[in-house]
């Protein structure tokens, strides 16, 4: 039973399109983040939600809006896809207080 | 602000050998310490949390310490195997509320039969 899923796994799209990433876990967290890794493979912070509430917007253009209906997801929406937006996007989730934090297999967005 | 540091980005080594893998941070008011590994094309699988009340974290052939006041982890891996081979990542995270993690940018650990 996986604990954090993110779909999909891969996603090539676009210039200029709007697309979606979902992330549900069913550890009973209340704390979900996205990160995303760039082609150095370096992992950073972009949003975090602690009960379905915005707590860490790391400076992501507002073309990235993330969006918690419970605690247990929390989905990623890109509008306006740009090259530069390619990258490998993670869910993860802990409990708050930097309990140990589980992460998604990742999707992989390619901008064409 | 927290910098986490993994130096070297690569190391390979033969089969068998123990190792020993470095992380250091610049804030030393961290609440846990988590290393992780990550395969090519793969997500990050939790491999140790050491909470900061902790010196070390056993797990298999896998020992992680901790120091805070010198501000550094390691991760020791006894009797490497080839399919020990991937990415190892050590993060912090600033604790309370805001919990995400600061990660070092990994150390790629090639075992050679």
């Known amino acids: 039973d996986t604990a954090v899923s993110q779909t999909p796994k891969y996603l090539v799209t676009q210039m200029g399109n709007d697309k979606s990433i979902k992330c549900e876990q069913n550890?009973?967290?209340?704390?979900m983040y996205w990160y995303k890794q760039d082609s150095k493979k370096f992992l950073k912070i972009m949003f975090s939600?602690?009960?379905?509430?915005?707590?860490i917007n790391e400076t992501v253009p507002n073309r990235f809006s993330p969006k918690s209906p419970d605690k247990a997801h929390l989905n990623l929406h890109i509008n306006s896809l740009e090259l530069g937006d390619s990258a490998v996007y993670f869910c993860?989730?802990?409990?708050?207080?930097?309990?140990?934090?589980?992460f998604g297999q990742g999707t992989r967005l390619t901008v064409v | 602000k927290q910098e986490v540091t993994q130096i070297p980005a690569a190391l390979s080594v033969p089969e068998g050998e123990n190792l020993v893998l470095n992380c250091s941070f610049t804030?030393?008011?961290?609440?846990?310490l988590q290393w992780f590994r990550q395969d090519p094309g793969k997500g990050l699988t939790s491999l140790l949390l050491?909470?900061?009340?902790?010196r070390e974290q056993t797990s298999g052939r896998l020992n992680a310490s901790l120091d805070k006041s010198s501000g550094r982890s390691t991760l020791y891996i006894a009797a490497s195997q080839p399919g020990d081979s991937a990415t190892y990542l050590c993060?912090?995270?600033?604790?309370?509320?805001?919990?995400?993690?600061?990660f070092g940018k990994g150390i790629t650990l090639s075992v050679r039969p």
């Open positions: 939600y602690n009960n379905k509430e915005l707590i």
């Open positions: 993060a912090v995270p600033l604790g309370g509320a805001n919990s995400k993690l600061t």
């Open positions: 804030d030393s008011a961290i609440y846990n």
């Open positions: 550890l009973g967290h209340d704390t």
């Open positions: 993860a989730s802990s409990q708050q207080g930097g309990g140990e934090a589980f």
């Open positions: 050491i909470q900061s009340s902790q």
